[in-house]
């Protein structure tokens, strides 16, 4: 059973590196362990595509087509959006979904200081020139200070250019106040497959405990708690991401 890895922002597939060795050091085939990157972030961007909240969310479906089975998908950070968005049209496409970010649903959900800027015209499109136009060296300290564990951010940082820059202005301006508590009023159908929320006590970007846990409520998904850990927790404690992940896998084969 093949399981699907989507990151979110500003990221590439390299915040799962650490994650997926303790899937594979726990048994798991590489082969089975998939990681896809939304472009723009870590993929190129290409001509046309309007890197919206809905197009991000049609383009995974139309990746999750290409597969011969339904998929156990993992979605963190904006990834968990598009997890949580691509599951409310097509449950059919996967086994099970895992998000860490349905949170943003919830109609009392603000977003986070830098998302705001980034929602900001003119102030946004300088955030990101300068941000992802700075040396490396500066990259990877930005991704350490907000959080993300030092030996990932190198890797991070080295995809971030200014593809990525354009693909977050267009993100963040397309899901502003009301959009998600609007993609969220389908919540309730991600219930037709088995969920899991993974909830990071210190992670206070994607909403309150509280939010959450309503979330996960009308989601119908089931809620393991990662207590201590941040945004970033699969660069900080990978093996027990692993083991929340495995046990819920293990138990859907279970029956």
Known sequence: MPAVFVHGNPETAAVWDLLVAELEAAGAAPADLIRLSPPGFGAPLPDGFGATVHAYRDWLI???????????????????GHVLN??????????????????????????HELAQRWQTPGVGEADVAER??????????????????????????????????????????SATRPVMTELGRDLESAAQRPG??????????????????????RAGARVEVLDGLGHWWMTHDPRRGAEVLTRFWASLDRG
């Open 132 to 173: 992802f136009g700075a040396p490396l060296e500066r990259r990877i300290a930005t991704l350490v200070e907000r959080g993300m564990g030092e030996a990932v951010a190198e890797r991070v940082a080295e995809g971030q250019n200014e593809a990525m820059g354009r693909a977050v202005i267009a993100l963040y301006t």
């Open 196 to 217: 899991l929320v993974v909830l990071a006590t210190e992670d206070h970007v994607v909403g309150t405990v509280e939010q959450r846990r309503r979330g996960a409520r």
């Open 86 to 111: 691509a599951v409310m049209r097509r449950p059919d496409l996967v086994r099970s979904w895992a998000s860490d970010t349905i949170g943003v649903y919830d109609p009392d959900y603000v977003w």
């Open 62 to 80: 139309g990746e999750l087509t290409r597969f011969a089975e339904p998929v156990d998908l993992v979605g963190h950070d904006w990834g968990g």
